[in-house]
């Protein structure tokens, strides 16, 4: 919508969208974790950021929503396990998307997926501005990832499919979100890792409902019909072949990490059930003698929960948590004896005489690698059958945990 009638229609759809906009207040939304993950190994890691689609409108778990939809859409294609974060806000526009995207270290995620546009649409934003503020934005997210990120951008959803705005007012943003993304498309094909989804899959909903599960499956497996090539092909690259662009400051990044840590408030502090649960269920299900949920605090490990005679506390020296908290995968270690870089750590050639070791990072909330849960022997055995998902599937749970912040009940 160009001149004179943009003008003249701009007080009007801003008085409609902020008349519609009270409708919002019942419909319900979800109140977990703002994460979803499907079981697997070698897993992708997602951001799903931005408004719309992205806020699950309509139903009560994240896991009905886009994410757990996206996880598992892209996962039965890929075979691998998906991790999505979810960075989203009814209030998210291109206005505020730099700030809060700066604040997410992109360099962590194999994809981005970036959902805006409806509130420019039905605010008839020039088609000049949202060139140039979309432009800036993309390339700050190219910038800021790894280049070895994809990064997609969702098209708008047609706006007479969002309940509220089903009019003819609805019509006009309808027709304005259709140029915002014939401008959007452009955009992208001049972007190297960028490429734009036209929201092709309608929202059908349910009677009496704002949208269902159906309408987030739909629009996952619009997303992941365009996600998953590329995501193999990352993971079929030569290793070295597209190196992440990560922050060269290891100090930066280990001040973060101990941040993470320190905020986390459970150093030096009581055994938790809920804690001591999980740990005991790996110790049950891998038939270990051991195991722990272990925290990387300056030059030590802390365990806040173990199963098995030993220390609480070690050098961060001789830990083989250090060393899994480096990448985002599993450690395993199937003889520490015949392994170089263990084979003459004090806990292998001493008390307790660790031969076997499996483990997988723990994150915090915001991200940071803060420890790890794992399971470990006095005897080898074949890392061929060590269950990888399983293992993941336990450090997501305590994870969960941290997430939450207070024992379960």
């Known amino acids: 919508m160009r001149g004179l009638a943009r003008w003249v229609s701009l007080p009007i759809m801003k008085a409609y969208v902020a008349a519609q906009s009270p409708a919002y207040r019942d419909i319900p ?87 805006l546009g409806a509130r420019d649409a039905l605010n008839l934003t020039s088609l000049r501005v949202w060139r140039r503020e979309l432009t800036a934005l993309l390339r700050l997210v190219e910038r800021e990832s790894s280049r070895s990120t994809q990064i997609f951008l969702l098209g708008n959803q047609p706006v007479r499919s969002i309940p509220v705005f089903a009019s003819a007012l609805g019509a006009v943003g309808a027709r304005h979100g259709v ?36 309408d987030y499956r739909n629009w996952a497996e619009l997303l992941a019909n365009s996600m998953t090539a590329p995501l193999d092909a990352e993971h079929l690259a030569v290793d070295g072949a597209a190196p992440a662009d ?51 605090d300056h030059d030590r490990q802390w365990d806040k929960a173990n ?50 070791y499996a483990g997988f990072p723990v994150e915090s909330p915001s991200g940071e690698r803060i420890g790890a849960l794992c399971v470990f022997d006095p005897m080898p055995r074949p890392a061929g059958e060590i269950d990888l998902v399983l293992l993941r599937e336990l450090a997501l ?9 207070a024992p379960v009940l």
Not at 325 to 342: E, H, K, N, S, Y
Not at 397 to 405: C, N, S
């Open 179 to 214: 140029a915002l993304d014939r401008v959007a498309a452009e955009i992208c094909q001049a972007l190297p890792r960028t490429t734009f989804i036209a929201m092709t899959a309608a929202a059908h909903g349910e009677p009496g409902r704002f949208r269902s599960a159906t």
């Open 246 to 296: 990560v922050p060269k400051d290891a100090r930066v990044l280990e001040e973060a990490r101990q941040r993470a840590v320190d905020g986390l408030g459970i150093l030096d502090t009581d055994p938790e059930e809920r804690f001591t649960r999980i740990v005991a269920l790996a110790q049950r299900s891998f038939g270990t003698r051991w195991a722990a949920f272990t925290v990387t």
């Open 29 to 115: 939304r979800p109140t977990d974790a703002p994460q979803a993950h499907s079981p697997g190994t070698d897993s992708d890691r997602i951001l799903l950021f931005g408004s719309g689609p992205a806020l699950g409108w309509g139903v009560l778990s994240h896991d009905l929503a886009l994410p757990g939809a996206l996880a598992r859409a892209i996962s039965t294609r890929s075979g691998r396990g998906v991790d999505v974060d979810l960075a989203a806000s009814p209030s998210a526009s291109l206005g505020t998307a730099p700030r809060e995207l700066a604040a997410l270290r992109l360099w962590r995620f194999d994809a981005i997926v970036i959902t």
């Open 307 to 356: 199963v098995g005679p030993l220390p609480q506390e070690i050098p961060r020296s001789n830990s083989f948590s250090d060393v899994t908290i480096r990448d985002p995968g599993p450690l395993v270690v199937a003889d520490a004896m015949t392994d170089p870089q263990f084979r003459d750590n004090p806990l292998v050639v001493g008390e307790p005489y660790i031969r076997f």
């Open 397 to 405: 749970a305590v994870q969960g945990e941290l997430r939450r912040g």
